[in-house]
């Protein structure tokens, strides 16, 4: 079955680039809208962004000018770039498949387990 | 402040039904599905209702998901222990052009 694996560093200084990937597993990266949703400690979900295979990305307003997702459909992964991070970037970071079609997106039927980036000097 | 808004807990004893409410606004429920999260402790999130009031295959027919207008709701009958967890509602939204989540609600079962 189709599974999501997170995968990057734990650590990342304040002001720095935060940079994860997540691989597609037991099946095709080409088809969907993939996103990046995290979870700082002890509180809620925030949805980062989506790709769609094709290329075509939408961004969280609040993240946007920071954030860059993209997509290596040879390597049935894709990635997460947030710059200029600070302690409030500290959070559970997971990947997720949107089943949305063209519209109504949050259809998220698969998640990776999360990995946890800590934002300290 | 979530763009959804859900009450912070609910709680109900074994056997009770629980129902948990997600209010929004016409440019998010009001216009697209609802989807549903369950989270148990150290877990990912878990698809629990998608569509507004559907199921995915092996979700319990004990939940159950409704909308109406600009709110819509999650409810869950035959209250087990197990079903101790975090409730996510979401939905996308037109003007803000992304997924938003509701604050979340945490459930006790007592």
């Known amino acids: 079955q189709v599974q999501l694996q997170e995968s990057g560093p734990g650590l990342v200084k304040p002001s720095e680039t935060l940079s994860l990937t997540c691989t597609v597993s037991?099946?095709?990266?080409?088809?969907?809208?993939w996103s990046w949703i995290r979870q700082p400690p002890g509180k809620g979900l925030e949805w980062i962004g989506y790709?769609?295979?094709?290329?075509?990305?939408n961004y969280n307003p609040s993240l946007k000018s920071r954030v860059t997702i993209s997509v290596d459909t040879s390597k049935n992964q894709f990635s997460l770039k947030l710059s200029s991070v600070t302690a409030a970037d500290t959070a559970v970071y997971y990947c997720?498949?949107?089943?949305?079609?063209?519209?109504?997106?949050?259809?998220?039927?698969?998640w990776g387990r999360g990995t946890l980036v800590t934002v300290s000097s | 402040q979530s763009v959804l808004t859900q009450p912070p807990s609910a709680s109900g004893t074994p056997g009770q039904r629980v129902t948990i409410s997600c209010s929004g606004s016409?440019?998010?429920?009001?216009?697209?599905?609802v989807y549903w999260y369950q989270q148990l402790p150290g877990t990912a999130p878990k698809l629990l209702i998608y569509?507004?009031?559907q199921r995915p295959s092996g979700v319990p027919d004990r939940f159950s998901g409704s909308k109406s207008g600009t709110s819509a709701s999650l409810a869950i009958s035959g209250l087990r222990s197990e079903d101790e967890a975090d409730y996510y509602c979401?939905?996308?939204?037109?003007?803000?052009?992304?997924?938003?989540f509701g604050g979340g609600t945490k459930l006790t079962v007592l």
């Open positions: 790709i769609y295979y094709s290329g075509s990305t």
């Open positions: 997720a498949r949107d089943l949305a079609v063209t519209h109504s997106l949050g259809y998220f039927d698969l």
């Open positions: 037991g099946g095709s990266i080409s088809s969907y809208y």
């Open positions: 569509r507004n009031n």
């Open positions: 979401a939905a996308w939204d037109d003007s803000l052009s992304a997924v938003v």
């Open positions: 016409s440019s998010n429920i009001g216009s697209n599905y």
